[in-house]
């Protein structure tokens, strides 16, 4: 079975300043998603980017850009320059055909 | 495009009581989901369809019930509402090719 690990609970960062978020995957199947989703205090689920496994190239969004290291089951997310706004928390997500498989969550709190 | 809507936004059951969680999408996705957000955790998908008349259980399917009778319509049934249902749900779908999932805003449900 497929799982998604975020370890860090928690995490801060200066506004302007850049913060990475981890994520670590287990699976068998050798194509597959991977996604990372802010959720705000509304609680609006919202897509920050996407990875397609077969894709080398690791996928960028603006201030957000991941490091997918397929070998290590890794994949992190780089939010650059950041904002007050990107306080939230983020979830880590594999999908290897239609389901879904959430990590647990990273709360980041940006300091004025 | 109102997107993925979901109704009621609040409800508070009686346990044992009954009710029907409503879903529905105007993106003519083939793929709509049913999730669970427990407090400080990820989601948990509760049940899938990947078209209609076509659905199947998620990771925590008991207590639960779904139909699937036409595309843009996704109902979840709660039977018997238990403290253990208490929970926010959130329903999704999304294009098979991608499977970028748009979320709609959640029902927070308390049972007591």
């Known amino acids: 079975a497929q799982t998604v690990t975020q370890s860090q609970p928690e995490m801060s960062v200066q506004e302007a300043e850049t913060v990475t978020l981890s994520c670590t995957y287990d699976t068998s199947e050798s194509d597959y998603y991977l996604f990372w989703y802010k959720q705000p205090p509304s609680r609006q689920m919202i897509l920050v980017i996407r990875q397609e496994a077969y894709k080398q190239q690791n996928a960028t969004e603006n201030r957000f850009s991941v490091n997918f290291q397929k070998a290590a089951k890794s994949f992190s997310l780089k939010i650059s320059d950041s904002q007050l706004g990107d306080a939230a928390m983020y979830f880590c997500a594999y999908s290897g055909t239609y389901k879904y498989i959430f990590g647990t969550g990273t709360r980041l709190k940006v300091l004025a | 495009n109102a997107g993925v809507t979901q109704t009621p936004k609040f409800r508070i059951l009686k346990i044992g009581q009954s009710m029907t969680l409503q879903c529905a999408q105007d993106m003519n996705h083939n793929y709509m989901y049913w999730y669970r957000q427990d407090p400080g955790m990820g989601l948990k998908l509760i049940y899938y369809?990947?078209?209609?008349?076509?659905?199947d259980k998620g990771e925590v399917p008991n207590g639960y019930n779904v139909s699937r009778s036409t595309t843009e319509d996704f109902p979840l049934r709660l039977e018997l509402a238990a403290p253990s249902q208490t929970s926010v749900y959130f329903c999704?779908?999304?294009?098979?090719?991608?499977?970028?999932?748009?979320f709609g805003p959640g029902t927070r449900l308390t049972v007591t």
């Open positions: 369809s990947v078209g209609a008349g076509i659905t």
């Open positions: 999704a779908s999304s294009f098979p090719q991608d499977l970028k999932q748009y």
